[in-house]
């Protein structure tokens, strides 16, 4: 996406509460002065708009692709949401894109299994809203190739850029990176966290956030 609309969506999420800044304990224990809920995407109308970033970030990417994959839970509404804005997008000329899911146990009667959807098949991306320890894409690419299919990429709504681990003991990448070697896959983010400490560099009202933040990506930052 362009730099523009990176921001845009940084500015959506400050604006639905999905973004804050202040002092805020995270899954990892440290103190982070912002936090980012996807979650709070509760509503159709910003569920609509949140799917419109990820399919403008998905086609600015340039990856080829041939439907979506949304591990359960928070995948299961990008992936259906996604796929709805990709087909209404003018750059895929009425193509209409496939999308799947997961359960997290699997159905013993009907058709059972643990797929719903589109059969997987082709170059799947992979939809989530963060990676933090990689455990669900881990999970997904499993998936995906155990039905003969490839992942193609993951695709997140914000990379927050930072290295894992203790204090004393920082592991060299971040989780995005460690995937993207991981699996050989490139991992595409609607927004990072540059961009977030780009907004808070051009408006003078995130002014007293701007050294926390800055700190903070200096502690755990990669680049």
Do not use: C, W
Not at 169 to 175: D, E, K, M, R, T
Not at 188 to 199: E, G, N
Request: proline fraction near 4%.
């Amino acid at each position: 996406m362009s730099s523009r609309n990176r921001l845009d969506f940084v500015r959506f999420s400050l604006d639905r509460g999905v973004l804050k800044f202040g002092q805020f304990k995270v899954k990892s224990g440290r103190l982070s002065p912002y936090f980012f809920n996807a979650g709070l995407f509760d509503s159709g109308k910003s569920v609509g708009t949140l799917a419109q970033f990820y399919a403008q970030a998905l086609i600015d990417s340039g990856v080829e692709f041939d439907m979506l994959f949304g591990p359960a839970y928070k995948g299961i509404s990008l992936a259906t949401a996604t796929s709805i804005a990709l087909a209404n997008h003018e750059a895929l000329s009425g193509r209409d894109v496939p999308f799947s899911f997961n359960r997290k146990e699997a159905k013993d009667h009907g058709e059972g299994g643990v797929l719903v959807g589109a059969p997987l098949q082709g170059k799947v991306v992979i939809i989530d809203d963060v990676i933090t320890a990689g455990t669900s894409v881990r999970e997904s690419v499993d998936i995906i190739r155990k039905a003969g299919a490839t992942p193609a990429a993951v695709l997140i709504a914000l990379d927050r850029m930072e290295r894992a681990g203790p204090d004393d003991a920082l592991s060299a990448h971040s989780a995005v990176q460690d995937v993207s070697q991981t699996y050989g896959i490139p991992v595409v983010s609607i927004a990072s966290l540059s961009d977030i400490m780009q907004l808070i560099n051009e408006n003078p009202q995130f002014a007293e956030h701007q050294e926390a933040v800055a700190a903070y990506r200096e502690k755990y930052g990669v680049q």
